[in-house]
């Protein structure tokens, strides 16, 4: 079941503007008698796309200043020196299996930060083998359910070492659905497939600009897209 609830008098999630609250849903029967309940599950209010060779946050572009991976024992003092976005490193397969963002995600939450994990990476598999697609499109979906409450994950990585062509680096080309390249099933697959799991984000390479809403260039101390 799927609702639309207005929502006019709730602060967006920004920034340094954490704007946070709680939902719950309530099942009751014809007279009222509550018959069961969710337990109540923190989210965030905001839009987040890209255009071009710029990404928009809300009402307008946004310019981030990049850092790495956030604990809460170094959050503070980084976006105390202006970072504003908090990457989890190179996209490698598997990661998502094995590590949980959850809590990172509800950190950088509550502080407004951006935040870019890895996604499902396509690095390694055989995205052309019929088997190995349908459960990648599993995949996507749940690990998008898993963190789709949290405002702060802004960027998924889907991969790494994937630079493509020249051409996918003029930069009128970035943020056009024409990167797709079949030529590279494997990255246009992953990315089609994610998106669709979760189009409220957006979506890199690491070291390409396969993905139509941001590119990276190769450089390892920065893992985060450009």
């Excluded at 069961?36 to 946050?57: H, N, V």
């Excluded at 070492?161 to 020249?166: E, K, Q, R």
């Excluded at 979760?198 to 897209?225: C, E, I, L």
């Amino acid at each position: 079941v799927r609702l639309v609830l207005p929502a006019v008098e709730l602060k967006r999630w920004a920034l340094r503007e954490p704007n946070l609250y709680l939902g719950q849903i309530v099942l009751t029967d014809a007279q009222g008698t509550e018959l069961d309940r969710t337990p109540p599950t923190s989210f965030g209010l905001r839009e987040f796309w890209a255009q071009g060779k710029d990404w928009y946050l809300n009402n307008g572009p946004v310019y981030f200043v990049n850092g790495g991976f956030p604990t809460p024992q170094n959050v503070d003092g980084e976006m105390g020196v202006g970072i504003t976005l908090f990457s989890h490193g190179v996209p490698y397969w598997g990661r998502f299996l094995s590590e949980d963002l959850v809590d990172t995600a509800a950190l950088l939450d509550g502080k407004g930060a951006g935040f870019v994990p890895t996604g499902v990476s396509m690095s390694a598999l055989n995205m052309n083998d019929p088997e190995v697609l349908r459960d990648y499109a599993i995949w996507a979906k749940m690990h998008a359910r898993r963190l789709e409450n949290h405002p702060s994950v802004l960027v998924y990585g889907l991969g790494y070492n994937t630079p493509g062509s020249s051409p996918d680096f003029i930069p009128p080309k970035v943020g056009r659905s024409d990167c797709a390249d079949w030529a590279n099933a494997a990255t246009t697959l992953a990315y089609q497939f994610s998106q669709r799991a979760d189009p409220t984000r957006a979506y890199y390479f690491y070291g390409g600009a396969r993905a139509p809403a941001s590119w990276s260039a190769n450089f390892y101390p920065n893992h985060t897209p450009t």
